[in-house]
Every structure is written in C-alpha cells, then in structure tokens.
C-alpha cells in the first residue's frame, strides 16, 4: 500500500507539473513518437571509439538502443533489452546472474564484454549481476566483434555499454506504475534538471515484483541511483554517481525435458526445494572528471568502486528417468520420475576499484589533413571470496513429473569462504584517427596489458595456491571512405583475447595456459538517408579464435592448439513512413563452427558450438495514428542451437509477437496496455544442461500509467 500511495503521489505531482507546462505553452509529449535512434549515426558514440566519432566514422559495426523506446516497448529487463540489438542473443541463466550474451558466434562473459558508461565489468566465476533495471537507462551501445583494443579481455565477441542517465540541461520527470499478469507489478520515478546554473542532477527509483510463470516464482527487485554534475566553467565537468540494485531473482533453474521434449504439462512446473533462494546486491560508486583546457587537447578520468553480494541455495538439476532407469547424462533413477541433485550453496563477495584516465590531442597536420590521438592508461584491482557448501552429502532425490512435495535444501557441510583471489589488471592504451581530405580517415589502435591474479585457499592459516600473470597486446586498423556525409564504406582488421574461463577465478588446472587469442575482419557500410528519416547498416566479419584447449585422444594431455571460427552477416533499418508509420528491423544470418577441436577422445571439428544461435531477426513496427494513440508490434526470432558440442542436444527455434497499444491521456500522461508473447510460445531462452531448459514467459497483459514533465 505505501508503494502504490508513494506511486499515486509521484503521478499527481508530475500531472500537476504538466498542467502547469500545458498552461505555460509546452509541446512535450509523454508518448515516444518516431524513432529516436535515427540520429544515431551522425551523433559522437564513445562506446566504438575514446575518440568521440560517430559511427559513420567508425570503421566497425555500432548499434545503439535509445532507453526511451527500451521503456516504450516495455523490455522487463536489461538482458531482453540487449538482445533487440543486430546479432545479440540470451544465454542468461542463474549461474552467470541472469546477464550472459553471445555475439558474432560466441557466447558467455568470456567473449561478450559487459560495461557499464564504458567501464568494464570484470565477472568472477562467470557471473555479472549489475546493472540491475532498464528504468535507469539512458542508451544501450553495442560494439560488434573483437573490442579487447578498447576495454581488455573477453570481448572477442563484442563489448556491449549500458549507459546510464544523467542530469539534463532542462528539469524533467517521469513516473509510471503498472499492472500485469503473474501478479506483476512496477512502481518507477525519476527526476533530473538543474539545481543552480553549474550543478545539475539526477534521481531514479524503480521497484518491480513477480509471482513468476513456473510454481514458486516470485521475484522482486530495487533500484535506485543518483548524480550530481558540477560544471563552475565551460571547460569543466565533474560527475559524482551512486548506484544501488537489490535483486531477488526467481529461483527457476530451468525445466527438464520428458523423453527428449519438452511437455508442456510440466511448463509451469519448478522442481527446485521449497526454499530455494538467490539474492544480488551490487553497489556502485564513481566520479568522472573532464576538463577541455583549449579546443586541441582534452582529459578525462573516472575512478569508481563496485561491490557484489550474490548468494545462491538451491536444486539446481533435474532430468527425467527413462524406462531403462537412467537418464540422458548417464545417471540412474526409478523410471518414470524427475532425478533432481546439486545442493549447490554459494556466496560470492566482490570488490572492484579501478581508475581508467586518458588525455586527447587534435591537430591540423596540413591542408585538409587532421590528426586526432587519445592515449591513457588503465587500472583495476578485484579481490573476490567464493563462499561454497560443496562437500556436503549430495541431496538426490526422484519425484513424480506431476505433483510432488518441493521439500527443503540439503546442507551438511555449511556455506563457508573456501578460496580467495586478488587481480590486478594494469593497461596502456592508444587510438588515433588521421583525416584525409573530406572523404578518407585512418583509424588505428593498440592496448598492452598485464593481468595478474592471486589464489588462496581459505584456512587456517590461508594457504597460497597459485599466480599467474596474463600479458596480452592487441591492436586494430580500419579505413573508413565517405563518398558522401551520409554515407560511410569501411573495412577492419582487429585482434583480440579471450580468457579460457574467468580470469578472476583462474584454477590450478588453468595456470599452465595462456589466453585464446583471435582476430577478425569485417567489412562493411552504414547509410543515412531521407533526410534523417532512415538508417541502413551491413556487416560482413569473419572471426578466428586460437589456443582452444583440446584432447586429441583420452590418453593425451590436454593441449592449447584448439580452433573454432565464426562468419556471418549483420544487416539493419530504421525508416520513419508517410502517416507515422515507422519499421525497425536487424538480421543475422552467421556459420559458426569448431575448426579444430577434440575433447576426450571426441573429433568435434565441423560442428557448431553451444549457446551459439545461427539465425537471429528483430522486427518492430510503429504507427503513431495521432499525437494521442500510438500502436507497436515486435516480431524477435531466434534459431535453432545447440546446447552440447557434438550436436547431439538441439534446442528449437523460436519466435515470439510483443505488442503495444499507448493512448495518452493528456500530452504528459498516458496509459499503456501490453500483451507479451501474444500467441503464446513455449519456448526455450536457453539451456541449463543438455536435458534441461530455461523457458521463457508465457502470454502476459500488462496494464500501465506514464507520466513525464
């Protein structure tokens, strides 16, 4: 009840707001008409380069998603709002915090780098859980292929940058609360403007609860976030910003397969314990400083502090007895029932500090010849402390598929810090750009960086395990060629580094080896045209990655000499229509395969990796019928994968209808009614184990309120 009065209050204030604007002539609308991301490709974008280029003259493939229209299509997460983007795709799961990506035909944290305004999230034992809420977003950014150039390892892949919202020249708010199905509900408020002529600020607050689609489901989550902006010239800026996210995730791990299929008797079924639990708590703390001296050179620095607090206790695994009495993994039960096992108990405790500064020259070399050069140093230090139960008596149970008592998790050896770690991460960089004439630029870049980490077992007294230290130097080149302002061709080469599996958690077994390496060319054009009404992109990369860990028989060691590479193609369009009619559309067609890759004995090669879909499509369609009614319709296909290496394990493709109906009420409030899954798909977002599958949300009605002055 104090949520929805608190949520009544904020309404009311910001209806009060907008009569006033509306009396003093305003023409704001709270409804989003047109497409906002338009104008991405001629706006600077520091996510694809420090140098602040737009796309059009970055000589890589850049696709930018407008926090606005995330709202107005009503993305739930941040996760489903990343994977609208050309060539994304979810394999979000609980272990890896509901956040994991595949881009370009790899998947995990290790390939597809996080970041949150252009500051790298560094995951431990493959887990990133911040940001939290796309209420506190102001734009999502996504670098398609090798980007260790820019942010270090991990991003072979791409690097995809949530940035997050911030104070604005003029006063603005938003509220909204809204209503839907499996008992959902949303609160969200924010308000930004300026406080006196040289400090500005921003607030935002977002609650959001579920009762979930599988038994047991309910979820909740806060976020709240603020920033000040102090700018005493015009020369200087220094933003402070605090971020807070609590999550309490639903404690689903997935739905087992029935003799290979899914049964969709058992769709809302959760076969965890009855008192499963996940909790995530991140908070974040930075302060950015930039100062322009003089229009040729410029510096910025951002130093910031993350810490994580995830817990996790559960029956995470389940699979379906045959009538031979074993299941797919090998492992035996009494037919006909669930096997479910692994009371996993784990904590994790992060810490991350870093400082990323760097200092920008710009000179005129000769007559239409320019230079641009950026160069700037890197630094992170994470010290992290796995907390586990592992050792305790397995908890192995068998239920019926139907109806069965969840029963309580199984702890025999209690959740206790077991090893510890401290990594550094220190980093060189440099990016230059050299304009010739009006229609050719060259743009290069080079990182160096070490990476050192530390392992300790925690006892007592704690005992060192292991260090290893990573040196890695990655460079890119590109040509871009702009026949016209509005239109740019360009061609890359870039190399990159993936770890072998966390750097922050590197084990024993890992130490002897080295970071797989890899490198792409990519190839392709980006076209503005009527008049600012229409985007178009296509790209066209091949990426190689090297130093995968192979067996060539079961009696040989194991060996760095693995290959696996990915080719495909990314096309996208955005075009405003005659009567507000307005499309949104991306591609990927790619062939991703292993190369040269055994693993016990097993010839992989040939064959396509896991979590690596090979057929992606975004389609939104938009009709803004007046300035009062607004209707959208969102069409997302993802292809069929596979969840083992040998392809032994497929996962369907699927395709899943979104749609909205907006009517506002006045110009600064509207109501949005929302069907998700329109047709009802059941469907898997992605595996947790070959016979087990994280389905995604069956047909929900959502009913909401936005206001905004």
Known sequence: MVLWGGAALLLGAAQARAQKAEEQGADATVLVIGTREKQALDTPNATGSRLGLTPLETPASIASLDG?????????????????????????????????????????????????????LFPAAGTITFPTDPWMIERIDVLGGPASVLYGQGALGGAVNVVMRAPSAQTHGQAEIGYGGQDSFRAAAGLGGPLTPTLGYRVDASYRRSDGYVDRGRSDSVALSGTLRWTPSSTLAVTVRGDHGDQRPMTYFGTPLIDGRLDLRVRDRNYNVGDGRMRFRDDRASIRVDWTPSNAISLSN??????????????????????????????????????????????????????????????????????????????????????????????????????????????????????????????????????????????????????????????????????????????????????????????????????????????????????????????????????????????????????????????????????????????????????????????????????????????YSGRTPPNVPEALANLWLRWDASAKLQARAGLRYVGRRFSDNGEAFR???????????????????????????????????????????????????????????
Not at 77 to 102: F, K, Q
Not at 439 to 448: D, H, N, Q, T
Not at 691 to 696: A, K, P
């Open 651 to 709: 996962i369907p493709g699927y395709a899943t209808v979104d749609t909205t109906l907006s009517y506002a009420l006045t110009p600064h409030l509207a109501v949005d009614v929302r069907v998700y899954n329109l047709f009802d798909k059941a469907y898997a977002v992605t595996a947790y184990g070959d016979q087990q599958w994280i389905l995604g949300r069956p047909r929900a009605l959502d009913i909401g309120v936005r206001a905004g002055f």
């Open 68 to 120: 606005g229209t995330i709202r107005a299509r009503g993305d739930v997460s941040i996760v489903e709002a990343e994977t609208r983007a050309p060539g994304l795709s979810s394999v979000a799961n609980p272990g890896n915090g509901g956040t994991a990506l595949a881009a370009r035909g790899f998947s995990g944290q290790g390939s597809v780098l996080q970041l949150v305004d252009g500051v790298r």
């Open 302 to 603: 951002i130093a910031y502090v993350l810490t994580s607090d995830r817990f996790w206790r559960n029956l995470e695994n389940y699979c379906w007895v045959g009538a031979s009495g074993a299941c797919a993994d090998g492992s035996t039960g009494i037919p006909a029932t669930i096997r479910r096992s692994s009371n996993y108990g784990i904590r994790h405790d992060l810490t991350q500090w870093g400082d990323q500064a760097s200092v920008t020259w710009r000179i005129k070399l000769a007559p239409g010849i320019a230079n641009a050069l950026v160069v700037g140093v890197d630094a992170n230090l994470v010290r992290f402390t796995h907390e586990n139960d592992f050792g305790s008596v397995e908890q192995v149970d068998a239920v019926d598929p139907f109806a069965f008592d969840p029963g309580r998790f199984l702890d025999t050896q209690g959740i206790a810090p077991r090893y510890r770690t401290r990594t550094t991460a220190l980093a060189v960089f440099a990016e230059d750009r050299v304009t010739l004439g009006l229609k050719w630029s060259v743009v290069g870049g080079v990182r160096y960086e070490a990476d050192n980490v530390r392992r300790w077992t925690v006892a007592t007294p704690d005992r060192f395990v292991l260090e290893k230290t990573f040196r890695n130097a990655t460079w890119r080149a590109g040509l871009v060629y702009q026949p016209v302002p509005t239109l740019s061709l360009y061609a890359q080469y870039a190399t990159g580094v993936d770890p072998l599996g966390t750097l922050t958690t590197v084990s024993t077994g890992q130490v002897k080896y080295s970071n797989a390496r890899g490198n792409q060319v990519e190839a392709g054009a980006k076209w503005l045209f009527a008049n600012g009404h229409g985007t178009a992109t296509l790209a066209a990369y091949r990426i190689v990655k090297t130093g995968l860990l192979a067996q060539r028989t079961l009696a040989s060691p194991v060996e760095q000499v693995g290959q696996r590479s990915s080719q495909g193609v990314e096309a996208a369009v955005t075009l405003d229509l005659p009567q507000g009619f307005g499309i949104d559309a991306n591609g990927t067609l790619l062939d991703a395969r292993f190369d040269d890759f055994r693993s016990g004995g097993v010839d």
